[in-house]
């Protein structure tokens, strides 16, 4: 009866290029060997960069394309609310804690422990880990800058979320992470730190948008980009406090130009607009990206 669910999830930020129509190819194909359903989901919960122009341009690529999807579409934008709930219980369980360092204050922090010859941890995209300390803030301390009007983000307590949900955290991988890592693979979310849940104006985050959408819709199969592969830690933890359904992962090569560099929307890299105006044929874009 369980009809497996695939999904393409991307983020109306720039044009789509090779990579996405790779991934987007790739999912509507397992959907149909599977005899599965494929989903559109639109990632716009930053609405500053994600506009309803890019949106329409990136369907009218995915049409061309020849793909389609049963509807509806869901768009995150419009279900700010549904984010809402999930971090309310995340606050109310006191596995979320307001963070009001600014990035200045962070460097500043990890210049000094440097300067001290010390070591600061990396996440495994190689950005700096979120300095610890506000862990432990009291909670009237933490009232009156949330009062003050301080800008601050909802961090995840990581330590004492792995503490009560981070027993036997593992996830299924029919694809592979960066070093070949497939089959079982174990979550290891302190990799990243306490991450970022929710901001201020926004009550969501990639991570925390991603899991309540993944099991609202449905979804049964994830099949993305390999440079998320390790961020599905963080997933298996948030899904496991919410007490969402797990589903299987697939993470899938990433294409890279010339110079071995994966491919990326602000470089305006091989975007497929300007490969459809250069006279290509999806059949062209479906040789190159190798399907
Ligand atoms: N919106 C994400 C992106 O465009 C993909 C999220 C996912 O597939 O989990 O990179």
């Known amino acids: 009866m369980n009809r497996p669910v695939f999904r393409f999830a991307p983020s109306p930020n720039g044009l789509l290029h090779l990579g996405h129509a790779y991934s987007a190819l790739l999912n509507a194909r397992m959907a149909g060997e599977n005899g599965g359903c494929f989903l559109l989901r639109?990632?716009?919960?930053?609405?500053?960069?994600?506009?309803?122009?890019?949106?329409k341009r990136m369907i009218d690529d995915l049409h061309w394309l020849g793909l389609s999807w049963e509807e509806p579409v869901r768009r995150q934008s419009q279900h700010f609310a549904d984010y809402q709930t999930a971090l309310d219980v995340l606050i109310e369980a006191g596995l979320v804690y307001p963070a009001f360092m600014s990035r200045g204050e962070v460097r500043a922090r990890i210049?000094?422990?440097?300067?001290?010859?010390?070591?600061?941890?990396?996440?495994?995209?190689?950005?700096?880990?979120y300095p610890e300390d506000e862990r432990t803030m009291s909670q009237s301390e933490r009232r009156r800058r949330i009062a003050d009007g301080e800008p601050f983000a909802w961090r995840l307590d990581v330590p004492?979320?792995?503490?009560?949900?981070?027993?036997?955290?593992?996830?299924?991988?029919?694809?592979?992470?960066?070093?070949?890592?497939?089959?079982?693979?174990?979550?290891?979310?302190?990799?990243?730190?306490?991450?970022?849940?929710?901001?201020?104006?926004?009550?969501?985050?990639?991570?925390?948008?991603?899991?309540?959408?993944?099991?609202?819709?449905?979804?049964?199969?994830?099949?993305?980009?390999?440079?998320?592969?390790?961020?599905?830690?963080?997933?298996?933890?948030?899904?496991?406090?919410?007490?969402l359904p797990v589903p299987l992962y697939h993470h899938h090569d990433l294409i890279v130009d010339?110079?071995?560099?994966?491919?990326?929307k602000s470089r305006g890299d091989t975007a497929l607009a300007a490969l459809r105006q250069a006279g290509l044929q999806p059949e062209d874009i479906r040789r190159q990206v190798g399907l």
């Open 42 to 55: 639109i990632e716009d919960i930053d609405t500053a960069r994600c506009t309803p122009e890019l949106e």
């Open 111 to 129: 210049e000094e422990r440097m300067g001290e010859g010390g070591e600061w941890p990396h996440d495994p995209d190689g950005v700096p880990l």
């Open 160 to 243: 004492r979320a792995m503490i009560r949900y981070g027993r036997n955290l593992f996830w299924d991988e029919s694809g592979a992470g960066p070093e070949g890592e497939t089959g079982r693979i174990a979550a290891d979310p302190a990799r990243w730190g306490d991450v970022v849940i929710a901001r201020k104006e926004t009550p969501t985050s990639y991570h925390l948008s991603v899991v309540i959408d993944d099991a609202l819709q449905g979804i049964t199969h994830v099949v993305r980009g390999r440079d998320l592969f390790h961020a599905t830690a963080v997933h298996r933890l948030l899904q496991e406090i919410l007490g």
């Open 258 to 264: 010339e110079h071995g560099r994966k491919l990326s």
